[in-house]
């Protein structure tokens, strides 16, 4: 049996995304796309360039990492209490 703090967060977000079920993977997933297009149209209205983008990724790379983690953990919450 594979312990379930083996692997990394993004790992274990993709073996949750493989098993669980296609639809409420797709409905969650849809929602971080709207988020995200929300985001790059406030950007763009607040005329935030990809250029400032591109450079406060390269510049936090420790909280872009933590962003991360935060948002695979909370997806894979998401999708394994709909998925049981």
Avoid: H, W
Avoid at 5 to 12: I, N, T
Avoid at 18 to 47: H, T
Avoid at 53 to 63: D, R
């Amino acid at each position: 049996m594979q312990d379930i703090f083996d692997g990394s967060l993004r790992d274990k977000f993709f073996e949750i995304l493989f098993y669980a079920d296609k639809n409420i993977v797709s409905n969650e997933l849809d929602k971080i796309f709207e988020e995200l297009i929300a985001m790059r149209e406030i950007c763009e209205q607040k005329g935030i360039s990809n250029t400032e983008i591109l450079s406060f990724k390269s510049t936090n790379p420790q909280g872009l990492q933590d962003g991360l983690n935060d948002l695979y953990i909370g997806l894979s919450g998401e999708i394994l209490s709909q998925n049981e």
